[in-house]
């Protein structure tokens, strides 16, 4: 089993990185293998909605998105780190994310998903949950910790200081890797869960 690690902040030393290097030390302790990229400090625009990926099954753009897509396709799940700027994630982050799920056809559901925030303070909560919509409406069960995937810190060295925030990301490391077996075992037990499509409403027949 493999975890798709991208840390979105442009500081690939920094807090960010930091968190995940505690989350992926778990994960390798239970053998999972690691594909990690650093996107933060790549010039990443976003998605322009021009339809494109429809017809060639990846983003027009032809950068480290298409890159990422085809890590995240083979991989079991996927594991995100970003800085808290203005209570919500690092803007190259959202533009990858949105082109990624967005341009990507292939399956998602039952790949694991999760999230590591770092804030020098605040505004870690609402960060998460950016990332947590991207999970939830794609069909990825969503690892949480025993706290909020969090650590505090304007260094990384600050954030050796934070020993519950570094217990979270072991927690979640750990919880992380026992439901990537769990899926694993289960799909070769039960197969995949049934999923109905074709249906999508619109409400148009009232509308001007």
């Known amino acids: ?17 930091r968190a995940l290097q505690e989350v992926i030390l778990e994960l390798e302790k239970e ?16 998605c322009i909605a021009c339809g494109t990926c429809s017809e060639k099954g990846k983003c027009v753009f032809d950068d480290v998105v298409n890159e990422v897509a085809e890590k995240f396709k083979e991989d079991d799940g996927i594991l995100i780190g970003s800085p ?13 994310l949105d082109r990624l799920f967005y341009s990507t056809s292939f399956d998602k559901s039952m790949k694991v998903g999760a999230a590591v925030i ?17 999970f939830g409406i794609t069909g990825m069960p969503i690892v ?5 995937n969090e650590v505090h810190g304007f260094t990384a060295s600050d954030v050796e200081k934070d020993k519950e925030g570094l217990q979270t990301m072991r927690n979640l490391g750990r919880n992380m890797a026992f439901i990537l077996k769990a899926i694993n075992l289960a799909k070769d037990k039960y197969g995949m869960p049934k999923k109905e499509s074709g249906t999508f409403t619109s409400f148009s027949d009232g509308l001007e």
């Open 144 to 148: 949480t910790s025993t706290y909020w």
């Open 84 to 96: 808290v700027y203005y209570a919500g994630c690092n803007g190259n982050l959202i533009s990858l």
């Open 118 to 134: 770092s804030s020098r303070r605040g505004g870690s909560t609402s960060a998460l949950d950016e990332i947590y919509k991207y």
């Open 31 to 46: 053998k999972i293998e690691i594909d990690y990229i650093d996107i933060g400090n790549k010039d990443i625009r976003g």
């Open 1 to 17: 089993m493999k975890v798709l690690v991208i840390n979105g902040s442009p500081h690939i030393k920094g807090c960010t990185a």
